[in-house]
């Protein structure tokens, strides 16, 4: 007997995080009714869902629903509990996208949207789920599961453009990262419980609590501390380069310090994409990125920049030639973009001069 196609089918169960990102009600209803009923109305949601998605897509979570005002998305290198690289990539994908709020932002005002600016809260839980998949979705994923319900519940406890964790997730992560995440994360970030969500026991009227955290920037954090501290120089600009050879960090920073720059040195990826998160948006003028990293390379991190600001300038260094390859997988990007090792340093600050006029 075949199947309708509008029959779910169940593929397998198995724990894995689960976020919902949800758009908060506009506060301009007189900007929003002129453009609930038009092709303003799509592009509104599209240019927000579509960057969430895209953020998504760069930690390899993989998107269930991307409905009317909010997203569903899943992590499935996370049904390994002990994979701290995946659990790393997904408060890395809540803290990227709290960031991009900024730049979706920006891009609603270059469309010219009648409209206040998109306000979203991000939820993220972990637990067991039944995968499925409709005959008619060719393959496309759904997931049912207490996880889903509560991702959903506790999403309202998120502060307006904030993260928050369930119960389950904050036990991981907490046996995981007792100290600090591979990439310093709780440098940049702290942990508090927000509150609980009260969950009815089944079988009898009791209500159970069940403990929600807010994932929040750490005050006490500024960017000038630690390492990485940029000097007082005569030019004001500053810059990030990130490679995981020091010696090559050594260098580029000499270059360009002895020219008047501020520069920062990276030679962790990660750690680099949590900085740029947590400095001011205008903070940076160029970020200087090595292709070729472990765990996170040069695109993948150009990837997540742009989706907190898009007019950041990036400029490749490789030790390849990867102009032509690069430039297929980023059409904006030109040629001069990427540039190849060992470079001389008059060729090298002519180039950061140029980008930077």
């Known amino acids: 007997m075949s199947l309708r196609s509008e029959e779910i089918c169940f593929t397998h169960s198995d724990s894995f995080c689960v976020s919902f990102v949800k758009m908060t009600e506009p506060t301009d209803i007189v900007g929003y009714s002129q453009i609930t009923n038009s092709y303003k109305a799509r592009k509104y949601y599209s240019i927000s869902?579509?960057?969430?998605?895209?953020?998504?897509?760069?930690?390899?979570?993989?998107?269930?629903?991307?409905?009317?005002?909010?997203?569903?998305?899943?992590?499935?290198?996370?049904?390994?509990?002990?994979d701290d690289t995946a659990f790393g990539d997904v408060i890395g994908f809540g803290v990227t996208t709290m960031a991009a709020?900024?730049?979706?932002?920006?891009?609603?005002?270059?469309?010219?949207?009648?409209?206040?600016?998109?306000?979203?809260?991000?939820?993220?839980?972990?637990?067991?789920?039944?995968?499925?998949?409709t005959v008619a979705s060719h393959g496309a994923e759904d997931l049912f599961g207490s996880p889903m319900n509560l991702c959903a519940k506790i999403n309202a406890k998120a502060s307006i453009n904030g993260l928050v964790i369930g119960h389950n997730l904050y036990q991981i992560l907490k046996r995981l990262f007792?100290?600090?995440?591979?990439?310093?994360?709780?440098?940049?970030?702290?942990i508090l419980q927000t509150g609980e969500y009260f969950l009815e026991k089944k079988g009898n009227q009791e209500h159970t609590s069940y403990p929600v955290y807010s994932i929040?920037?750490?005050?006490?954090?500024?960017?000038?501390?630690?390492?990485?501290?940029?000097?007082e120089q005569k030019n004001t600009h500053n810059i990030m380069v990130v490679d995981d050879e020091q010696d090559i960090l050594i260098t580029y920073n000499s270059m360009l310090?002895?020219?008047?720059?501020?520069?920062?040195?990276?030679?962790?990826?990660?750690?680099?994409?949590?900085?740029?998160v947590h400095a001011d948006k205008s903070y940076y003028d160029l970020v200087i990125l090595d292709i070729r990293m472990p765990n996170l390379n040069g695109l993948q991190l150009y990837h997540r920049l742009k989706?907190?600001?898009?007019?950041?300038?990036?400029?490749?260094?490789?030790?390849?030639?990867?102009?032509?390859?690069?430039?297929?997988?980023?059409p904006e990007l030109k040629y001069g973009d990427i540039i190849r090792k060992p470079i001389s340093k008059e060729r090298f600050v002519k180039k950061i001069s140029a980008l930077l006029r």
């Open 257 to 276: 310090h002895s020219e008047g720059y501020n520069v920062e040195t990276f030679s962790d990826p990660h750690e680099a994409l949590l900085h740029f």
């Open 49 to 82: 869902l579509n960057t969430m998605a895209s953020i998504a897509k760069g930690f390899d979570a993989k998107i269930i629903k991307n409905v009317g005002d909010g997203l569903v998305c899943y992590f499935p290198k996370t049904s390994n509990i002990y």
């Open 178 to 190: 007792s100290d600090l995440l591979p990439f310093n994360y709780s440098k940049y970030y702290d």
């Open 216 to 231: 929040v920037a750490n005050k006490d954090t500024n960017i000038k501390e630690g390492n990485h501290q940029p000097q």
């Open 307 to 330: 989706a907190i600001n898009k007019d950041i300038k990036i400029l490749f260094l490789s030790a390849l030639e990867a102009s032509e390859e690069v430039t297929s997988i980023f």
């Open 101 to 133: 709020h900024h730049n979706i932002n920006t891009i609603i005002r270059e469309e010219k949207l009648p409209i206040t600016p998109i306000n979203y809260r991000i939820s993220v839980d972990y637990g067991k789920v039944e995968v499925a998949e």
